[in-house]
């Protein structure tokens, strides 16, 4: 039996290449939503399906998908649009693609804390404007990143990249995070835990970099924003929910806090009102992990996930293993 694999949008190589070798590959071109989505593998029932991470894949898609659907192979390294519990009570296998973004995402999140606190964006619009008259002495004073406090919120594989990046520009680093991570060799003498209070009182800059759970939604919310010095800069590359995107608008307004460099949003694509008329914040239309090397890397452990989970193997990078000892899948093509 051919093996069929459905994506929402086109995907880059080598994912297509390494997918129809082994598959039938069908792309939407479009995200159809929950509904549309249940619609579509109701009508053509598929092995594997490789979402995005706008695409919602709830209890009522995965059930469309039955009883053919055995892995979502997600193309992102998170997957909280997926309802994970759903698809293990399911026997359906959840993949994503952990490790290859890292450099990337990190690389975006200095790139943003930079922009903010050193006002280039600011700057390139008084350039544009014909608003800039020649230098002067108190034009557009920034903050500088030597000896100042980075506080990174999160600290898994990003959240260490940033850190080691923040070394660079001699800065102090501490971290809170709501798991106990594995902490490098390299960062375990320099990077220092503390509380979240603490961390927000603390830092000059404060980068968010943990996932989105019940735990983490609205983290970064009014009192955590009144809690961060005044000259402080808010930097997120994780997932939009995790900051109270209405009470991030009124800080900045308000000077609470001096700016932010965002990369996610809490109901992407759109922004909350008032936002985009912040001129002290840098808004990145979700570009982490936008480099030709690290979509491409995506694409291949999105592929290598599907065919794993095609050929009766538990996909490499799965976050939920108990579904495969439940469902025991026998393979469709050839290993």
């Not at 020649?134 to 850190?163: C, H, K, S």
């Not at 001129?279 to 452990?301: F, I, K, Y």
């Not at 996909?315 to 025991?328: F, G, T, Y």
Request: include cysteine; aromatic fraction near 4%.
């Amino acid at each position: 039996m051919t093996a069929d694999v459905l994506c929402t949008l086109d995907l880059p190589e080598p994912f297509p290449t390494l997918v129809s070798a082994r598959a039938a590959l069908r792309t939407l071109g479009r995200l159809p939503g929950a509904e549309g989505l249940a619609a579509e593998l109701h009508a053509r029932p598929v092995d594997v399906l490789c979402p995005q991470l706008r695409d919602p894949i709830d209890a009522a898609v995965l059930d469309a998908g039955l009883p053919r659907l055995r892995c979502v192979s997600v193309y992102a390294v998170g997957y909280d649009n997926v309802d994970v519990d759903a698809a293990t009570a399911r026997g359906i296998v959840v993949g994503h693609t952990p490790g290859v973004l890292t450099d990337a995402v990190a690389d975006c999140t200095v790139g943003l804390m930079l922009a903010v606190a050193r006002r280039l964006c600011e700057g390139d619009r008084e350039l544009r404007a014909g608003r800039y008259t020649g230098w002067e002495p108190t034009y557009l004073l920034g903050t500088e990143m030597r000896d100042a406090v980075l506080g990174i919120i999160g600290f898994g594989r990003i959240g260490q990249a940033v850190a080691r990046r923040a070394l660079a520009f001699s800065m102090r680093i501490v971290y809170f995070d709501t798991t106990d991570p594995t902490i490098a060799d390299d960062l375990r003498e320099i990077a220092q835990q503390v509380s979240l209070d603490a961390l927000l009182r603390e830092a000059d800059v404060v980068s968010v970099h943990t996932p989105l759970s019940a735990e983490t939604h609205h983290l970064i919310d009014t009192d955590a924003l009144r809690a961060m010095k005044p000259t402080a800069v808010l930097v997120n590359t994780s997932r939009g929910p995790v900051i109270d995107e209405v009470a991030l608008v009124r800080a900045l307004r308000e000077h609470w806090i001096a700016g932010a460099g965002l990369d996610v949003y809490e109901n992407e694509p759109q922004l909350a009102p008032g936002l985009a008329g912040c001129t002290n914040a840098v808004l990145a239309p979700h570009l982490g992990s936008a480099t030709v090397r690290t979509r491409a890397a995506m694409g291949e452990l999105c592929a290598r996930n599907a065919l794993d989970a095609i050929a009766g193997r538990l996909p490499r990078h799965c976050v939920n293993p108990e579904a495969w000892a439940r469902a025991s899948p026998p393979p469709l093509t050839a290993s």
